[in-house]
């Protein structure tokens, strides 16, 4: 009787624990909340008839390269400015473990169709994968659904997360035009005008539906 009322106890006491780290919707726009951005999430994106690289460039060479240059170019990617808020750290470990398990076969496509290929149901799933361990705040994570030659375009969610549980706190689908020299640059150009297209016309909204 004892040993029972002790494991609950100490379940009670962990669900607790818990409880003070979650965050809420409230908290992605709140500078007081810490913020990591997490990367570019190829895991699933399509390439639709872009030939301009081999499904092996795109994998170990692109889709790195998409990431790099965010990292490196902070004063263009610049999320805190974009996101009205405090300094975001930058940890990319997680997503970059997931990106290097895409198989390259499963890269290129031939179909239109492929833009709209995920739901946003999917995006827990995709989520579920990253190791967050030890990671506490809002998770910032671009999922990149599709870069489509024929729209020359890329559709992507902009996905807010709780690391400490994993729970996706808000997504949303996003469409932004390519332009640039070079894959990498082409692509990349897609998230940059993301970044601001929030600032004008998303942030505002985003306020008023999160509570910040």
């Known amino acids: ?37 997490l990367g570019v999430d190829f895991s699933r994106t399509k390439v639709i008839n872009d030939f301009a690289a081999t499904a092996s460039d795109i994998k170990n060479r692109h889709f790195a390269g998409i990431n790099q240059v965010i990292i490196a170019e902070p004063k263009k990617f610049d999320w805190p400015k974009y996101l009205d808020r405090g300094n975001i750290t930058n940890d ?13 076969k499963d890269i290129s496509s031939t179909s239109t169709a ?3 290929h995920l ?8 989520v579920n994968k990253y190791d967050l361990s ?47 020299f070079g894959f990498r640059n082409y692509y990349a150009s897609t998230i940059y005008k993301a970044m601001q297209t929030i600032k004008k016309s998303k942030l505002k909204s985003w306020r008023s539906s999160f509570g910040s």
Do not use: H, W
Request: hydrophobic residues 45%; aromatic residues 6%.
């Open 114 to 116: 492929d833009e709209t």
């Open 1 to 37: 009787m004892k040993k029972n009322l002790l494991f609950l106890l100490c379940g009670i006491f962990l669900l607790a624990g818990n409880s003070l780290y979650a965050q809420k919707k409230a908290d992605i726009l709140n500078e007081a909340t810490p913020m990591t951005y």
């Open 92 to 104: 990319i470990a997680a997503v970059t473990a997931i990106n290097e398990k895409v198989d390259e």
């Open 134 to 180: 030890g990671k506490k705040g809002v998770g910032l994570v671009v999922i990149m659904e599709s870069l489509s030659k024929p729209s020359e375009a890329a559709s992507m969610y902009i996905t807010f997360i709780d690391m400490a549980t994993k729970k996706v706190l808000y997504t949303e689908r996003m469409v932004e035009k390519a332009g640039g």
């Open 119 to 126: 739901k946003e149901s999917d995006i827990q799933g995709m």
